[in-house]
């Protein structure tokens, strides 16, 4: 079983930053990439970004140019620096696992965390 914990959620006006960060635990011998969805109130969950732990990354049109996804320095965790937010970034980030970044942007995942409330609001 995979266990996934994020943090470092919060409120910040628009045009601010944040920084979000996610560790995984527990059975990881088949999990080679971490990634980030998110839900906003009335909306089905949608996908951000993934990396793999070679370093293999893919961002959501949305978001790309704004966001940076990383490797952590501790193996299985990795950071997601949320620059230039928006309004329409408000929402609830979910960290999730799988064995590539393809399959992260599928939506075939392995095991979600409890996710972090991100509000961008003036």
């Known amino acids: 079983q995979v266990r996934l914990v994020e943090a470092g959620g919060g409120w910040v006006q628009p045009g601010g930053s944040l920084q979000l960060s996610c560790a995984a635990s527990?059975?990881?011998?088949?999990?080679?990439?971490l990634g980030w969805y998110r839900q906003a109130p009335g909306k089905q969950r949608e996908y951000v970004a993934a990396i793999s732990t070679g370093g293999v990354i893919n961002y959501a049109a949305s978001v790309k140019g704004r966001f940076t996804i990383s490797n952590g320095a501790a193996a299985y965790s990795i950071y997601l620096q949320m620059n230039s937010l928006e309004r329409e970034d408000t929402a609830v980030y979910y960290c999730?696992?799988?064995?590539?970044?393809?399959?992260?942007?599928?939506?075939?995942?392995?095991?979600w965390g409890e996710g972090t409330q991100v509000t961008v609001s003036s």
């Open positions: 999730t696992a799988a064995i590539n970044v393809w399959n992260i942007m599928r939506g075939t995942t392995t095991a």
């Open positions: 527990g059975s990881l011998a088949d999990i080679y990439a």
